[in-house]
Each structure stands twice: as structure tokens, then as C-alpha cells.
């Protein structure tokens, strides 16, 4: 006997019904993403006595802020941490182009081992390279300095966008590069006259996620800093007390060190976007 098949649900709707339920679940999507970044604002606002009912009462307050601009150690901690992505960011990308241009035109033996050796560490669990990396800034005596932080946010980058840079290489004609090694040029001055400007959205978008990657970046923040190199995402927690978690002052940090990185992906979004398309 055979089998009835029931008419699908979608195709049976209006067309102005089609777009009504692809608009309600993409709100409802969205909503879902932006609500918990809502209710923090919404908590960076409120008093201390209106934390824990936010969702009601009509007290609201700017005085959050400034309690936590108030504090010099927050304020290092911003600058600190602007500076580390700063810095790491700058670093990587003089590493990770050349690291990708290679792994993308050269087939040597070198390529072989610098490829093998960026791929083993890129199976290591980040969470396992804390503890060595504990023990060799211990051991260096550069635990608790800017130097101590930086290597090791450049390693990663390193090993985990070298293979975004070989991609983005891969996807460029190389033909350029050999006429321009015809009519003289060597091989760096085609990689800096033709590759690098041909890849330009490219590293564009590859400093974007470095800078974010660095800036909202907790384990080596926690474990390889202590009082002298204050971060932001670990001095937020100084905010959990014996007498109980202050979340409006805590709420207002977060925001704090939310919008650096909101603007960063608001106004480097096309050149991301530009990027991961070459």
C-alpha cells in the first residue's frame, strides 16, 4: 500500500507568511544573543540596593562608573590590557604573514618542519600550555611582567592564524610575484611589493581577531600575572568579596571593557568580512 505523504507546512504559507516566521525567528535569534549584553547595561545602571531586581524599579545611576574609574588599579589594568593586544597584535602579524607566505609558496624541507611543528602544537589543548608556560616564566624571571604575558599571546597567534595566512596566500595568483622576480625584484621584495598589498584585507581581518583574541582573553591573564601587570578580565573579579558580589560595579566594568572591542568589530566588520572571503 502505498505510503501518503503529508504536504510540508512552509510551502503551503503565503509568501508575506514565509517571510513573517523567517523575520520572528530571526528576531527571536537575535534576542536571544543580545539579551544577556541588554541585561548587563541594564545592571551597570542601577544602584547597588536595585541588582537584584532590575527588571523593575526606575532608580538609575552613572555613579557605577565613576566608583570604577576611581580606582587606579582598573584603569592600569585597561591600559595594560590595551597595550598587550597592542603589542601582540603588532608581533603577530610580522610573524604570522611571513609564517603563512611560506607555508603557502615554499615546499622545502624547512616549509615541511615549520608546517609539522605549528600543526603539533595546534593539537595540544590550549588549556594544557598554562602550566609549562607557568613554569618557563617562573623560571626566566619574567612571571608578572608585560614580557612574560606577550610571548606567550604570540606563540598563539603564531601557531593558530599561520594557517588563516596560508589560506588567504593560497587563494592569490602567484603569477604577479614571478614577473615581478622576472623583471628584478627578489623573492622578499615580491612578497613586500605584490604579495603583502594583494593580502591587505586579508592581515586587515587578521588584526581584528588578533586584537579581540588578546583584549577578551582570561586563563593567561589569570595564571601568568599577579600584582604588578593588573588585567581587565581578571581584575573584575576583585569585585567578589567576603560580604558578597558587587554586581553594578562589576556590571559597569564589564561594559567598560565591552566597548573597545564592540567598536573594533563595529568599524573592522567590512574588512573581516572582506578578508575571509579572499
Known amino acids: 500500500m502505498p505510503m501518503v505523504r503529508r504536504p510540508d ?9 514565509r517571510k513573517a516566521l523567517f523575520a520572528l525567528a530571526l528576531s527571536g535569534i537575535c534576542f536571544a544573543f543580545a539579551f544577556p549584553v541588554l541585561w548587563l547595561m541594564l545592571t551597570s545602571l542601577r544602584p547597588e540596593s536595585g541588582v537584584y531586581y532590575v527588571h523593575r524599579g526606575t532608580e538609575f545611576t552613572l555613579g557605577n562608573f565613576a566608583e570604577v574609574l576611581r580606582e587606579e588599579r582598573i584603569v592600569e589594568a585597561f591600559l595594560n590590557s590595551a597595550l598587550i593586544a597592542t603589542v601582540a597584535t603588532v608581533f603577530s602579524l610580522l610573524v604570522t604573514v611571513s609564517s603563512g607566505y611560506m607555508l603557502s609558496r615554499f615546499t622545502g624541507p624547512a616549509s615541511r618542519i615549520w608546517f609539522g611543528t605549528i600543526y603539533v602544537f595546534r593539537c595540544v589543548p590550549y588549556i594544557s600550555w598554562v602550566l609549562p608556560l607557568y613554569f618557563v616564566t617562573q623560571s626566566w624571571g619574567i612571571y608578572d611582567t608585560y614580557l612574560g604575558l606577550l610571548l606567550p599571546h604570540v606563540a598563539v597567534h603564531i601557531c593558530f592564524f599561520s594557517w588563516l595566512m596560508k589560506g588567504f596566500f593560497d587563494g592569490i595568483d602567484p603569477s604577479m610575484e614571478y614577473a615581478a622576480m622576472i623583471d628584478g625584484c627578489t623573492r622578499w621584495g615580491a612578497f613586500i611589493r605584490v604579495a603583502v598589498p594583494s593580502a591587505l584585507p586579508a592581515i586587515s581581518a587578521l588584526a581584528v581577531l588578533c586584537w579581540l583574541f588578546t583584549w577578551n582573553e582570561f586563563l593567561f591573564a ?57
Open 222 to 278: 589569570l595564571i601568568l600575572t599577579g600584582n604588578r601587570v593588573p588585567m581587565i578580565t581578571v581584575v573584575m573579579a576583585q569585585f567578589v568579596t567576603e560580604m558578597g558580589l558587587r554586581w553594578n560595579l562589576m556590571a559597569a566594568t564589564a561594559v567598560m571593557a565591552l566597548l573597545p572591542a564592540f567598536l573594533l568589530a563595529l568599524f573592522g566588520q567590512k574588512y573581516v568580512i572582506r578578508g575571509l572571503r579572499i
Open 9 to 17: 507546512f512552509l510551502p503551503q504559507l503565503p509568501s508575506w507568511g
